[in-house]
């Protein structure tokens, strides 16, 4: 009884909203804060929407979270920037393929008086090591995000344990990559972000990028298609359609063309080997 | 993006103001009548059911938002709907945060008037069922109140719609999710610029509401 009352609540909820739901064609795409805050979908995706008339609505959400998403069926296709984590995704039986999309680089922010002094250096892993050893404040996504886990291998590869060294000076905020510039700003911390984001992140305050240009700070974006083996419900051929353009040549010349203040924001390369 | 009045923003201010209006007209029609049979019936576990409304009334949004994204998700009891990440899967996560607050507010006032006239409704011979209806409409400008303060409550929380809506673009982004983003982002005054919006527009319906209440207590007294 309860339970038919409850049924018939949620069928006149979805009829009321009806006309906004199913009027069109569309496919959901989980993918990371750092693609939709720094305005990239908003750029490409009416590209896609015109020539196809599908229409995609991204849910942003970190790396770890959005393939959590996709393993319980809520999307069609993944966007995201962590490349072990994605192929693990794929080896699960949950995507079908990893493909390659784009990349750009990791920078290290910090504010511009520097406590550690770092600023100018090209070796990521030594500014790090002197992060630590100056004790000064620095802001973790920890939120399983793709810079989250780029950040903890970074770490690792500098011969610190930061789960066991860390004091107070290192701050876990468990937020996107903007809260977390947000963070660093008013505190006027170290924090690991990506390029994209920093370059649209408007409230900088004392922040700047310290060091950039290590090879240890490439980040790759990859796309898989969930697995309509896993996810009945699926849809493959739109989905199928997003991934085939967005590796085409159109769709790697609509992100090419994205800048900010002239500076490009992401480098496609689809179809390289190992990217 | 403001003061252009872009239709990106009318668009946002459109959904939120839909979204949880339908809310509240959901959990009114449910709250009201149920806040009602608990003031004026008698059945065993009463009590219990009043605290824990009355405890509901503090569920955090994004509890709420998780239960029913996980309700709602593909993996999920309600999954073939496929309403998450829709409008409709933001109305039920609003229904769930305001109906215990219209149930044991309501609850609370048609008690204390069936305190007040119980005996006169008895010696008129009205069963439960007349009284429950009789007190509803005597209290019908305290429920006015009550309902206003559960859109108040939806049309201001985001812990359960960003969680189950997602902020599409477009599709599910309302006013409290822009906000959240455009502070994300570090756009600190469209965001307040945002959150000025919202609390103009809440402002001007308490307004109506309040004129439309006096207006109607002058003439029917």
Do not use: C
Request: proline residues 4%.
């Amino acid at each position: 009884m309860r339970q038919r009352i409850f049924r018939n609540i949620l069928i006149f909820i979805v009829l009321l909203h009806s006309f906004s739901a199913s009027a069109q064609r569309f496919i959901t795409v989980a993918s990371t804060t750092s693609t939709e805050q720094s305005g990239l979908f908003r750029h490409i995706l009416p590209v896609f929407e015109k020539k196809t008339g599908i229409q995609v609505r991204v849910v942003a959400l970190g790396t770890g979270q959005a393939l959590d998403m996709a393993r319980r069926g809520d999307a069609d296709v993944v966007f995201v920037h962590a490349k072990s984590a994605e192929e693990r995704f794929v080896a699960e039986g949950y995507g079908l393929k990893r493909l390659p999309v784009m990349y750009n680089d990791f920078v290290l922010i910090g504010p511009k008086s520097d406590p550690a002094k770092i600023a100018g250096g090209k070796d990521i892993l030594e500014a790090l090591r002197k992060i630590k050893g100056a004790a000064a404040p620095f802001v973790s996504r920890g939120d399983r995000s793709g810079t989250h886990m780029a950040e903890l291998a970074l770490w690792k590869q500098s011969g610190i344990e930061i789960d066991k060294e860390k004091g107070s000076w290192y701050r876990d905020t468990g937020q996107g990559m903007g809260p977390a510039l947000n963070t660093a700003s008013s505190m006027n911390g170290y924090v690991l972000a990506d390029r994209g984001t920093w370059l649209s992140f408007k409230n900088r305050g004392d922040l700047a990028i310290l060091v950039e240009g290590d090879q240890r700070l490439f980040n790759r974006y990859g796309v898989i298609l969930v697995s309509p083996e896993k996810h009945k419900h699926v849809k493959k051929d739109m989905g199928q359609a997003f991934i085939d353009w967005v590796v085409s040549p159109d769709g790697q010349k609509a992100i090419a063309g994205y800048k900010i203040g002239g500076e490009q924001l992401f480098f496609p390369n689809a179809g390289q080997e190992g990217a | 993006m403001i003061l252009g009045f872009d239709p990106k923003l009318i668009e946002i201010v459109l959904l939120s103001v839909r979204v949880s209006l339908t809310a509240v007209v959901i959990a009114s029609a449910l709250g009201l009548p149920l806040g009602a049979a608990i003031a004026v019936g008698r059945f065993p576990g009463r009590q219990a059911l009043i605290v824990l409304l009355n405890a509901l009334m503090g569920l955090p949004p994004v509890v709420a938002g998780l239960v029913v994204y996980l309700m709602l998700s593909r993996a999920g009891p309600l999954g073939d709907f496929g309403i998450l990440f829709t409008p409709a899967a933001m109305v039920v996560a609003q229904t769930i945060l305001i109906l215990p607050i219209v149930a044991a507010l309501s609850r609370q006032v048609i008690e204390d008037a069936w305190q007040e006239y119980r005996e006169q409704l008895r010696s008129l011979g009205a069963g439960p069922l007349t009284a429950a209806l009789t007190l509803l409409w005597d209290t019908r400008f305290s429920l006015v109140t009550i309902v206003l303060a559960g859109f108040g409550r939806a049309a201001a929380e985001v812990g359960a719609v960003i969680i189950v809506g997602g902020n599409i673009d477009g599709v599910t982004r309302v006013m409290t999710t822009a906000i959240a983003l455009e502070t994300s982002k570090g756009d600190l005054p469209l965001a307040l610029g945002l959150g000025v919006i919202l609390l103009s527009l809440v402002l001007a319906l308490n307004a109506g509401a309040y004129w439309v209440k006096e207006a109607a207590q002058r003439r029917y007294g």
